[in-house]
């Protein structure tokens, strides 16, 4: 008889499914290969594991608020059309309330929790067989505020925003706050403010805008004036707190936010720094017309 560890081995090779649960599944069957086969398809696990290679760059920002907690969800398909399924949608506010009620901060200690008697992770790897493509919770954010905290889903949940506030949690701040949120999505901001500039950041954009200003013939003695008003741009532009406020350019961010401030924000974009495939539809069928003519 084969030892478990290559009967492992084997079932992995051929369903692609995780060890513990081939190993999980080979006990059941008293080390069967072939019923372990049919024991983790029934169980949705080796289709899972067949999409999981797979990638999800499609999907949507989930959002809420408990008090003085907020959170934000990436979660991940591999097509806009599977976004908009009730049960991908459903899971999606079921992750954000247990993240709410739990406090979690990390994906890991998310897919730990006990979500409808089972791990959020089981949850999942049988929600990607009943759908059909793979899935993939992403990232999470999550806020306790010692002030009150903000999240806004902008475009459909495209986009997902949590904002840190330090102040009263008074009507007028939470609307200011929401109009910030609002901004934040728009504007993409990179960073709080000027301090959390690295200076490796702010070297490399003065010597871009440097060799641009020399590429147009600028003379050298009025450079170094010139890029002093650059950098003031690119705090402005990119630091938060000294944006100009989308809705009322003559302020800032922190002067539209007074007495109250931002503390801290988080923007969710779906997709973003994810390579997605590039697929050859006529490819894909002569392969698989080709492999069911073997």
Not at 143 to 167: A, C, M, R, W
Not at 218 to 239: D, Q, S, T
Request: include cysteine.
């Amino acid at each position: 008889m084969s030892s478990i560890s290559a009967l492992i081995k084997e079932l992995r090779e051929r369903t692609g499914a995780g060890m513990l649960d081939c190993k999980k599944a080979l006990e059941a069957v008293e080390l069967d290969i072939e019923k372990a086969i049919d024991w983790l398809r029934e169980k949705g696990i080796a289709k899972a594991a067949k999409k999981s290679g797979r990638v999800a760059a499609e999907g949507l920002v989930f959002g809420g608020e408990h008090g003085n907690v907020g959170v934000i969800i990436e979660f991940n398909s591999e097509t806009d059309f599977v976004a908009k399924n009730d049960d991908f949608k459903n899971f999606g506010n079921k992750l954000v309330e247990l993240a709410l009620d739990n406090k979690v901060k990390t994906v890991e200690e998310l897919k730990a929790l006990q979500i409808d008697g089972q791990t959020v992770e089981a949850a999942l790897t049988e929600l990607i067989a009943k759908i059909g493509e793979n899935l993939n919770i992403r990232r999470i954010a999550l806020v306790e505020s010692e002030g009150f905290v903000v999240n806004y889903i902008h475009l459909g949940g495209k986009i997902g925003v949590l904002v840190d506030i330090k102040g009263e949690n008074t009507p007028e701040n939470v609307e200011k706050a929401k109009g910030v949120a609002m901004h934040i999505a728009a504007m993409d901001p990179a960073y709080l403010h000027r301090d959390e500039v690295t200076t490796e950041d702010l070297e490399r954009e003065r010597e871009i805008a440097r060799v641009q200003l020399l590429e147009e013939g600028k003379p050298e003695a009025i450079i170094e004036k010139i890029l002093e008003g650059k950098m003031r741009r690119f705090y402005e532009e990119n630091a938060l707190l000294e944006q100009k406020y989308v809705r009322d350019d003559k302020v800032s961010i922190q002067e539209f936010m007074k007495p109250a401030e931002v503390k801290a924000f988080f923007r969710f974009k779906v997709g973003e720094g994810i390579e997605k495939e590039e697929t050859d539809f006529a490819a894909e069928v002569a392969a698989q017309i080709a492999s069911s003519n073997k």
